[in-house]
């Protein structure tokens, strides 16, 4: 089955020593999204990338970067991960970014800090 | 802007009888509108859209959701709940736009729980 994969499901890590959180996609979908998701809360979106090119969110924090190094793959950098960066972090794809389009998420990585 | 609004956080209804969850919503121009289900430890699954057309929108596991326009509303419904359809639900909401990107803006979520 097409899918998104994320992994791992669960990853710990000390604080302010840096992270990467991996997706990987078989729907050969044109955008990849990372959204951040605290405790029962609505996911809020961090970046997206539409084939190469990146859109970060103005209120993203520096602290989180990405990489897609080809259409399959999409990586979740936290260079310094604070304490308040412990949350779930979606991965998410759709075909396009037209406005009707469904986002297919990940079983997300929860993240918790040392 | 566009937001939307999830009134309840919690809605209890007993198994076999029908359920409805709450959604509202705003925006300047035509909504597209989405519902979402996120079951424990796991990702938000998508369940069904309205984008134009039949008011009515029918979707998995058997839930539908209805479009009102002048109420600017889009409440989740199902005629039969089951437990298994406990979880926390979200409803969300994109401009429709001919230009730019419009990301998904989503409710606070309302956590379904269906006892036997």
């Known amino acids: 089955d097409a899918m998104v994969i994320q992994n791992p499901r669960y990853q710990v890590t000390q604080f302010g020593k840096p992270v990467t959180l991996s997706c990987s996609q078989t729907l050969n979908h044109n955008v990849m999204y990372w959204y951040q998701q605290k405790s029962s809360q609505a996911p809020k979106l961090l970046f997206h990338y539409y084939d190469k090119d990146f859109n970060n969110e103005a209120d993203t924090p520096d602290n989180f970067q990405s990489r897609r190094p080809n259409t399959s793959f999409c990586f979740l950098d936290i260079r310094s991960p604070g304490l308040g960066d412990a949350a779930m972090y979606l991965c998410?794809?759709?075909?396009?970014?037209?406005?009707?389009?469904?986002?297919?998420f990940g079983d997300g990585t929860r993240l918790s800090i040392l | 802007a566009q937001s939307v609004a999830q009134p309840e956080d919690q809605v209890n209804v007993a198994e076999g009888n029908p359920l409805t969850v709450k959604c509202t919503y705003s925006?300047?121009?035509?909504?597209?509108l989405f519902w979402y289900v996120q079951y424990p430890n796991r990702g938000l699954q998508f369940l069904l859209k309205?984008?134009?057309?039949?008011?009515l929108v029918k979707g998995s596991y058997g839930f539908e959701a209805e479009f009102n326009k002048s109420q600017t509303s889009f409440h989740l419904k199902k005629p039969s709940a089951l437990v298994s359809d406990s979880a926390l639900y979200f409803c969300?909401?994109?401009?429709?736009?001919?230009?730019?990107?419009?990301?998904?803006?989503f409710g606070t979520g309302t956590r379904l729980l269906v006892s036997p």
């Open positions: 998410a794809t759709s075909l396009t970014q037209g406005a009707n389009q469904p986002q297919h």
């Open positions: 309205y984008i134009t057309g039949d008011n």
């Open positions: 925006v300047s121009g035509n909504p597209y």
């Open positions: 969300a909401v994109r401009d429709r736009v001919n230009t730019g990107f419009q990301k998904l803006v």
